[in-house]
């Protein structure tokens, strides 16, 4: 039996072009420590930092992270409000850290229920990187996969009432299109921290031929090293997006 060598260091030629990320484990991270669930998120917050610097350093060009989701309503309200100042915080910084960096910071997901204060945030900082180019630093925020499959639809059904398309034009491309994630590349990669093995409503229509990679690492401890080990685990991968090879 022919036995296929794998390759043991990272390929800096063959990256991903786009990697998606669920960060999980940040609760279970600050109840092991019997700390707040808040202080948690706190240091997920620190682990995107680290994260969002060595993609960039190792050329990946699209990197979409999945801060909060259109179900996270539902968590305590203490907890949606630290989460929302997280995520006002790592905007307003967003605007300084990148400013040496030629990345373009862009939020998808739904404005419905944040503050007028967030929003303007996102406006400014996705405003001020527009023409930034090496990477796309992708927040999906109030983002949900399922939602945004029925915005397109609707917009598509609004563009044939209007004449834009016609029936007989309804394809993936043209519903692709429309989807918030529009000219983004589908992710090569999704990895999920923490050992929780599913999509939970995340790029659901993207991630058709996306490789999955599980780490148990909860993901304020996930470091440069697991984030390697997961690009290397894709790496010896073979796609055949439903062909043979
Ligand atoms: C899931 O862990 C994590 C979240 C719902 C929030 C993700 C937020 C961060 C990583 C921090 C800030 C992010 C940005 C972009 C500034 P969980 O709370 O569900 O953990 P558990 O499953 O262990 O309870």
Not at 31 to 51: D, N, P, Q, T, Y
Not at 173 to 200: A, C, F, H, V, W
Request: hydrophobic content about 35%; glycine content about 6%; some cysteine.
């Amino acid at each position: 039996m022919a036995v296929s060598k794998k390759k043991r260091t990272l390929d800096l030629n063959k990256i991903p072009v786009h990697i998606a990320i669920i960060m999980d484990g940040n609760g279970r991270w600050a109840e092991k420590r019997r700390l707040s669930r808040s202080v948690g998120h706190r240091e997920g917050a620190k682990a995107v930092r680290e994260i969002v610097e060595e993609a960039y350093d190792i050329g990946v060009k699209y990197l979409t992270v999945f801060a909060f989701s259109s179900e996270n309503w539902s968590r305590p309200k203490e907890e949606v409000d630290e989460l929302m100042r997280l995520y006002l915080e790592y905007l307003k910084n967003a605007e300084n850290e990148t400013s040496d960096k030629d990345v373009r910071v862009r939020i998808i997901g739904s404005r419905e229920g944040l503050s007028d204060e967030i929003i303007q945030q996102i406006q400014k900082v996705e405003q001020k990187t527009v023409d930034k180019k090496r990477m796309n630093l992708i927040i999906a925020l109030n983002y949900g996969g399922r939602q945004d499959i029925i915005q397109a639809v609707k917009k598509m059904v609004d563009d044939i009432e209007k004449g834009v398309i016609e029936k007989r034009m309804i394809t993936e491309d043209e519903l692709q299109k429309r989807l918030l994630t529009e000219e983004i590349p589908e992710p090569d990669l999704l990895i999920r921290t923490s050992g929780e093995m599913r999509l939970s409503n995340f790029l659901i229509w993207q991630c058709a031929y996306t490789e999955f990679y599980y780490s148990p690492v909860l993901w304020p401890d996930f470091k440069k090293k697991h984030f390697h080990d997961a690009i290397l685990d894709y790496q010896n991968r073979s796609r055949r997006f439903g062909g043979v090879k």
